[in-house]
């Protein structure tokens, strides 16, 4: 998120300060810088999407195959899915801020 971020920023710095079209008329091997910042800015949504895919997996299983109401009342199965599912996503949750904390920016 932070790569994508700075990317998103630099351009938009580029762009408002028309620097972006400086460069631009003068990069002579045809390559539209602007297009390489969005190509850069999609790239690194997809890496955010996979980093976070492990945790949407969890919360959107959908093996239960039960959809509860307000005023169902839960039975101690049913309770029992829910805790696990929360306990998996916590536990991976975890897992990825102990990998994320490591990183030196």
Request: with cysteine; net charge neutral; charged share 30%.
């Amino acid at each position: 998120c932070f790569i994508m971020n700075n990317y998103y920023y630099f351009r938009y710095i580029l762009k408002v300060s028309e620097i972006l079209t400086l460069l631009q008329d003068n990069h002579h091997d045809g390559v539209d810088l602007d297009a390489r910042y969005i190509d850069w800015i999609h790239k690194q949504m997809e890496v955010y999407r996979l980093w976070y895919q492990p945790m949407i997996d969890v919360m959107t299983d959908s093996n239960t195959g039960t959809v509860f109401r307000e005023s169902d009342k839960l039975k101690d199965s049913q309770k029992d899915a829910i805790k696990t599912k929360f306990k998996v996503f916590n536990t991976t949750l975890e897992e990825q801020l102990r990998i994320q904390q490591k990183w030196a920016i």
